[in-house]
């Protein structure tokens, strides 16, 4: 099957033929119908994050069983949408109700199939969705209605539950509360609509590209404001001086974290939801964490047990209830994706989805 594959940090981006193992027992071989190129399949060759490789890109998808091994539950032609956190149920994180800090996750890449030249191939956090095929234990799909767009359905997996769970889970924003997003990808953009939907207002959309206003009104902000040094002023502008309740940093660098962290208002509260690097510290100032008694948290795949709140957002796309167009850029042929991760890499859009023919 033909696969977009990773050969290295910096490498350029080629679809490849990949063999993989037929399912064994507990696995399911799932045909992917849409798969989104998510920020972090960049991390995975831009140098921020350090797997194996050659590695098959990809872990935003929706897909439909087509062969399942011997002792699964879910029959040939189930809908589902892939879960790069599938929680063991047996952990300490997972008894203790935080099944997104399962234990048994923890690797980038997951050796997986073989290249066509004989090459032990790996598959991004176990799954490798930007790929016409996956085989995946079968607690990594979560079943979901027939029916649903699959570009929007695919982005259950990744980008919304990741921007919904941050709002409802890790932040729990209460109606009236006041928003502030800084940074608009898939995940930020994922963080208005639900910030629009908890009833927050104002709703502050904060991005260094201007191009992402019309994208961050069309996803539920209030306002779009420039992420530059006139912000903090900007922001409390809009918040009668004192800064948001809620700064939500989905871009992951120390400085905006700073900047999230400097246009909260007194006890309020900071969720890291982008994934930063490892060299890239953090200074905040230990009388200003004392004083402004705000509180700094990350989320992590949205503090949210897939399992559970993917068939919900399903079901709310499924009746219109959740419309994620605004979050899709446009759909593509996996040919195009090298050109979106180029895309991404320079901020373009929002999400670009690739779709598979049936
Ligand atoms: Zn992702
Ligand atoms: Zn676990």
């Known amino acids: 099957m033909r696969a977009l594959v990773a050969r290295g940090p910096g490498a350029p981006l080629r679809v490849e033929e990949v063999r993989l193992p037929a399912p064994g027992p507990g696995e399911l071989r799932v045909r992917i119908r849409a798969a989104g190129i998510c920020h972090s399949d960049l991390s995975m060759v831009d140098g921020t994050l350090a797997p194996a490789y050659p590695l098959v890109l990809g872990h935003e998808a929706a897909g439909v069983v087509a062969e399942a091994g011997p002792g699964t539950r879910l029959p040939v032609g189930t809908p589902v949408v892939l879960n ?86 890790t932040a729990r924003v209460a109606a009236g509360e006041s928003v502030a997003v800084i940074g608009l990808g898939g995940v930020g953009l994922a963080v208005l609509t639900a910030a629009r939907a908890a009833g927050a207002t ?106 559970r709140e993917v068939p919900e957002l399903a079901r709310s796309l499924g009746d219109g209830a959740l419309d994620l167009r605004p979050l899709v850029s446009g759909t593509i042929g996996l040919d195009e994706a090298p050109a979106a991760f180029d895309r991404l890499a320079r901020g373009e859009g929002a999400r670009w989805v690739v779709t598979f023919p049936d």
């Open 202 to 307: 104002p709703i502050l959309a904060v991005d260094v590209a201007e191009a992402k206003r019309e994208l961050a009104l069309a996803a539920g902000a209030t306002d779009f404001l420039r992420s530059d040094d006139r912000l903090s002023k900007e922001v409390r502008t809009r918040t009668d001086g004192r800064g948001v309740d809620h700064a939500f940093e989905c871009v992951g660098r120390s400085a905006t974290i700073r900047a999230a962290w400097r246009i909260t208002r007194r006890g309020g509260a900071v969720t890291v939801v982008g994934m930063g690097a490892k060299d890239d510290l953090v200074s905040l100032a230990a009388l200003d964490i004392f004083h402004s008694a705000r509180t700094l948290r990350s989320s992590v795949y949205g503090s949210s047990d897939p399992d």
């Open 84 to 169: 790069w956190a599938p929680a063991c149920r047996a952990c300490w994180f997972c008894r203790h109700d935080e099944p997104w800090l399962c234990a048994a996750n923890t690797a980038p890449a997951v050796a997986r199939g073989e290249t066509v030249d004989g090459t032990p191939a790996h598959v991004t956090l176990g799954l490798g969705a930007l790929a016409e095929e996956v085989v995946i234990p079968e607690h990594a799909a979560v079943a979901v209605p027939a029916g649903l767009p699959p570009e929007q359905a695919a982005l259950l997996g990744c980008a919304v539950l990741t921007g919904t769970g941050a709002v409802r889970n």
